[in-house]
């Protein structure tokens, strides 16, 4: 059992870098993928970016790919993401989870232990 906690959310302006931290208690951390979603006001949670549990494999929607960066370090129990050149569209809460399974990464059905959210706002 993994039980993530996030960190690193703020207020930044169009343009400007957060890093979003996630640390998982847990003796299986580095045997879990992980992921990140958001969740803007009155949308549904969607997939932002994922990372095996070796860190060789990433995986990111469309609208984050040359922007964010997801990385982890299992020495730390952590998984970050890296978030460059924010939009007002990316404010939203970002949440972790722990990935089920090796397939379809991009579904939150497939991931099951979440974490409560840290809220991230790109002011215009």
């Known amino acids: 059992q993994v039980q993530p906690v996030e960190s690193g959310g703020g207020l930044v302006q169009a343009g400007g870098s957060l890093r979003l931290s996630c640390v998982a208690s847990?003796?299986?951390?580095?045997?879990?993928?992980m992921g990140w979603f958001r969740q803007a006001p009155g949308k549904e949670r969607e997939f932002v970016a994922a990372?095996?549990?070796?860190?060789?494999?990433?995986y990111y929607t469309d609208s984050v790919k040359g922007r964010f960066t997801i990385y982890r370090d299992n020495t730390k129990n952590t998984v970050y993401l890296q978030m460059n050149s924010l939009k007002p569209e990316d404010t939203a809460v970002y949440y972790c989870?722990?990935?089920?399974?090796?397939?379809?990464?991009?579904?939150?059905?497939?991931?099951?232990?979440w974490g409560q959210g840290t809220q991230v706002t790109v002011s215009s």
């Open positions: 989870a722990t990935k089920i399974g090796a397939n379809n990464w991009y579904s939150i059905s497939n991931y099951d232990y």
């Open positions: 990372i095996s549990w070796s860190g060789i494999t990433t």
């Open positions: 847990g003796r299986t951390f580095s045997r879990s993928s």
